[in-house]
């Protein structure tokens, strides 16, 4: 087609202005595209720092662990004579607790006893 | 996603935590003046557990079963004044945090026992003893800590409470 047959067709009122409009439509579905694909990243991109920071807080917690203590005793059997002997002093505290209960019990015992005398005589009366 | 994280590393972090206490108590106080201290390890255990249980005419309690439940045990004997009361507000901290609850408490003069435990069901899975004692015509006392990790049926721990009766 030549040059003169070109500029004879005949061009449509308003197509121009459609065309113009068309274009800035494409223009902003592109850049609407192009934003969600920056969000999309933006999101995986903190999943990644959560989890990074997430395995940072793990380690950090793991290496502030107090160091394992080392055994004070590299023979069982004097361990075990060392546990019964704690046991027996544990035995013990708890005896001295249970023989105060038992005062204090006999002492509410003499309470009452006291009271229901007294409660009696005066019924009697 | 980020609540899970967050509730992961939380939950890692109290269950990690828990088992320390005993162990951060003993780090923090053995080796300082006027302190001794103990620490026999799960392994140790494993290993006591070896030994063939001695039973002793009379005893109604078998120590050689209670033993066997043990996975270890962090003693500290303070005779040091200044760190007898940070022991005990340690101590106090600790319990404070909930999980243990108070068994027994005794209160004698200037003599004190604190004994709590951590009960997991029918299982005792800790036990913590505080005792305090006023030294005669002195400011300064002592005070103990027993810390023992264990899975102990509180049927045993009846058997000891029994046992310290008699």
Known sequence: MKEKDINEIEIPNGLEEEMSDFIDSMDAAESVMAEERRRKGAVRWSYVAGAAATVALLVTFLFRQPAMPEDTFTDPHEAYACVEQTLAAISEKMGNGVQQARRAGDKIDAGTAKIRELYDNKNND | ?166
């Open chain 2, 1 to 166: 996603m980020k609540q899970i994280s967050i509730l992961i590393v939380a939950m890692f972090m109290a269950v990690t935590a828990f088992a320390q206490e005993g162990k951060e108590l003993y780090n923090k106080y053995s080796g300082k003046e006027g302190v001794s201290a103990v620490y026999i390890s799960p392994t140790m255990f494993e290993m006591i557990k070896q030994i063939p249980d001695i039973e002793l005419e009379g005893e109604s309690l078998n120590i050689g079963e209670l033993i066997k439940t043990f996975e270890g045990m962090y003693i500290l004997n303070i005779e040091n004044g200044e760190l007898c009361s940070e022991v005990e507000k340690n101590v106090e901290e600790l319990v404070g945090k909930g999980r243990y609850k108070l068994l027994m408490e005794a209160m004698d003069g200037g003599d004190r026992v604190h004994i709590y435990i951590v009960q997991d069901g029918d299982t005792v899975t800790d036990f913590l003893m505080l005792a305090g004692e006023a030294a005669q015509g002195q400011t300064d006392g002592t005070v103990a800590v027993i810390s023992i990790s264990a899975r102990m049926a509180i049927s045993e721990l009846q058997k000891l409470l029994a046992s310290a009766m008699q």
